[in-house]
């Protein structure tokens, strides 16, 4: 069964404390894994799509990293503005899509 | 502007009486979903469309229906709602239908009582 998993579920930093966010993932042929940012009384906001294990993307404080099995969103000296959920998910062989429950992460200053 | 948009944003409705919640694209995107948003649940795809007249189930389709007649639409209907119903619900497009990100539209917040 395909399945997402995120790790932990909350997270609280101190502004400039970097850390790391973890998406664990079974799938039947991954088309891609996903990133997304989730504000309060928002819809998700695109962040990254990696296809490959071994493959990388940063943008600004933030890097995403994938292995065969998981995910990890690096996050380099967050500021509060970093504060959000974020969301991991999968889409499969069948194009069917399937999302962790998230890492709700604080900055506070 | 390129978005997603779903009406209505807020619907508060009684148990079995029908509804529709709308969605529409306006960048020809092939890939339409419906998901749902629960605490603790995360997002679930209800059902996808990748193309006119080509929709299928996701993980959670029980009590919905959709249909795709015109490329920039992609309306979910509930026949009889029930209070299990009551959820965040987010419409989404895709360029393409595999390894595209989703636009997200900005959500209905549905209470059934």
């Known amino acids: 069964e395909d399945q997402v998993t995120q790790s932990p579920e909350a997270l609280r930093l101190q502004e400039g404390e970097s850390s790391s966010l973890n998406c664990s993932y079974t799938?039947?042929?991954?088309?891609?894994l996903f990133w997304y940012r989730q504000d309060p009384g928002k819809g998700p906001e695109f962040l990254f799509t990696?296809?490959?294990a071994g493959e990388e993307k940063e943008k600004e404080r933030l890097k995403a990293t994938l292995t065969k099995k998981e995910s990890f969103l690096h996050i380099t000296a967050p500021k509060p503005e970093d504060s959000a959920t974020y969301l991991c998910?999968?889409?499969?062989?069948?194009?069917?899509?399937?999302f962790g429950s998230g890492t709700k992460l604080n900055v506070k200053p | 502007e390129a978005q997603v948009t779903q009406n209505p944003r807020y619907l508060i409705t009684v148990t079995g009486k029908k509804l529709t919640v709308t969605c529409s694209q306006n960048?020809?995107?092939?890939?339409m979903s419906w998901y749902r948003q629960d605490p603790g649940l995360g997002l679930r795809q209800i059902y996808y469309?990748?193309?006119?007249?080509?929709?299928d189930k996701g993980d959670v389709p029980e009590g919905y229906k959709v249909s795709r007649k015109e490329k920039r639409n992609f309306p979910l209907i509930l026949e009889s709602p029930s209070p299990n119903q009551t959820s965040l619900y987010f419409c989404?497009?895709?360029?393409?239908?595999?390894?595209?990100?989703?636009?997200f539209g900005p959500g209905t917040r549905l209470t059934v009582l």
């Open positions: 989404a497009s895709s360029l393409m239908t595999s390894g595209n990100e989703q636009f």
């Open positions: 799938v039947s042929g991954l088309r891609g």
């Open positions: 990696l296809y490959s």
């Open positions: 998910a999968v889409q499969n062989n069948f194009n069917k899509f399937y």
């Open positions: 960048m020809n995107h092939e890939y």
């Open positions: 469309s990748m193309n006119v007249e080509v929709t």
